[in-house]
């Protein structure tokens, strides 16, 4: 996962300061807020800036404690103290609530701009404009044991091994798709993921929770081809996620999402993150999920695919 964005930080940072009784120390905060990072290691914390030799992280801490304190939801008038104002203590219980999937979650990577429940990789064209980061989506390649430290590093991928990988993904079977979203799900950073018999999974496919959090998510695999999920799919999955014993649904398909089911999604009951087929691609390659690196070029990792669950 490497060091945390700056826009991540910002809610752990304000929930641990208020957790303190509404103030504490940057030694203590350092710690606290590293806990809600699953993906940030120990390596990546002694990882410093080449001039100042500063520690990455905490510097980088640092620079969210001054966004907050520009905001006034941070109080910066006592030195090595960081105390929360009222204004981020209204955000955190506008931004925090029970079920809340948090930014700062590495499944939160998938979204774009903000947590919303709007399909991955899904544009609407009336009203969404292009950006930088839906454009074009560029890959932070991180050490792996097959990458020797200064080997080149392939930052955008080949068109062709998208649709080698999206094709893969048609060619499996529905309970093989059921386990790669479960893989899917354990590489962003939720924990104890399980995929359900089929004769007891009631309309849900798996389950997972948020690490820390525990916030209870219930997930859907559908593997569809130019079939795109409608209103009567979505509508059973959401009728399947109740509250109390979810308190969040992930759609995860190969296709893409109908308006009408995107709506569904947004409307009462649970919320539902989408992630479209397309998405599903572009976070299988960063994540090297189902792909083997070899020198700067990539292919299929079939040895994966076949050990998933016929």
Known sequence: MGIPTYKSMELPLLHEIEAMGGSGQPKELYDRVAQHFPGLTASDRKLVTPKTKVSTYNNR????????INKGELDGHTPGVWTITQKGKDRLSKE???????????????????????????????TRKASPSSAKMKLEVPPTPNRKAGAPVLVEQPKSVREQLLAKLHHLSPRQFEYLVAEFLRTHGLADVRVTSHSHDGGIDGYCTVPFLEVKVGFQAKRFGATT???????????????????????VTT????????????????????????????????????????????????????????
């Open 61 to 68: 801490v640092q620079f969210v404690r001054m966004a907050l």
């Open 96 to 126: 925090w609530p029970l079920g809340f999937v948090p930014e700062y979650c590495d499944l939160a990577n998938l979204f774009i701009d903000k947590p919303s429940t709007r399909p991955v990789g899904h544009e609407n064209r009336s």
């Open 229 to 251: 999920v409608g209103v009567p799919v979505m509508q059973h999955f959401k009728g399947s996620l109740t509250f109390g014993q979810h308190e969040r649904g992930i759609f």
């Open 255 to 310: 296709s893409d999402f109908t308006q009408g089911a995107i709506e569904v999604a947004e409307g009462p009951g649970v919320p539902v993150i989408l992630v479209s087929g397309k998405a599903l691609v572009e976070a299988m390659l960063e994540k090297r999920l189902g792909i083997k690196e070899i020198v700067t070029s990539y292919e299929i990792d079939e040895a994966f695919f076949d050990s998933l669950t016929q």
